[in-house]
């Protein structure tokens, strides 16, 4: 991975703290609108509160940075549906469903990923009922 990629994908990651200290509100999301990008992903953050992946999409359009970040829900929630550490990894190319930020940065809250194989890596936000 270049310098310049690292040095992207930390500054969003940095620049997302606030969003991360007011914590918990969708309200930075466009859940009404949801796209989709091709890309593949440069880094994983497997932790709480929050899992992001940077990608890096295939199309560039624009002035947009090379690595986008995509924010998912906590760990627990994607183990619950299924996911691992392993199930997107560096190197993975795959198609992105996501709310985008509202204020037209690139990068967004993930929604769902197909990978290339058919599989498709999703996950409910509420738990499962009681049987």
């Given at each position: 991975m270049s310098p310049r990629v690292i040095l992207l994908a930390a500054s969003l990651i940095l620049s997302s703290g606030g969003m991360a200290a007011a914590h918990h509100s969708n309200a930075a999301y466009d859940l009404d609108h949801p796209k989709t990008v091709e890309g593949t992903v440069k880094a994983v953050?497997?932790?709480?509160?929050h899992?992001?992946?940077v990608i890096e999409p295939?199309?560039?359009?624009?002035?947009?940075?090379?690595?986008?970040v995509?924010?998912?829900?906590?760990?627990g929630v994607?183990?619950?549906?299924?996911w691992t550490k392993r199930s997107l990894q560096p190197g993975d190319h795959a198609v992105f469903n996501y709310a985008p930020l509202r204020d037209g940065n690139p990068g967004g809250f993930l929604l769902k990923v197909m990978l290339p194989s058919g599989q498709?890596?999703?996950?409910s936000l509420t738990p499962p009922a009681d049987q």
């Amino acid at each position: 991975m270049s310098p310049r990629v690292i040095l992207l994908a930390a500054s969003l990651i940095l620049s997302s703290g606030g969003m991360a200290a007011a914590h918990h509100s969708n309200a930075a999301y466009d859940l009404d609108h949801p796209k989709t990008v091709e890309g593949t992903v440069k880094a994983v953050n497997w932790t709480n509160p929050h899992i992001t992946f940077v990608i890096e999409p295939d199309a560039k359009t624009g002035d947009q940075p090379a690595a986008w970040v995509f924010e998912v829900s906590s760990p627990g929630v994607l183990t619950r549906s299924g996911w691992t550490k392993r199930s997107l990894q560096p190197g993975d190319h795959a198609v992105f469903n996501y709310a985008p930020l509202r204020d037209g940065n690139p990068g967004g809250f993930l929604l769902k990923v197909m990978l290339p194989s058919g599989q498709e890596l999703s996950y409910s936000l509420t738990p499962p009922a009681d049987q």
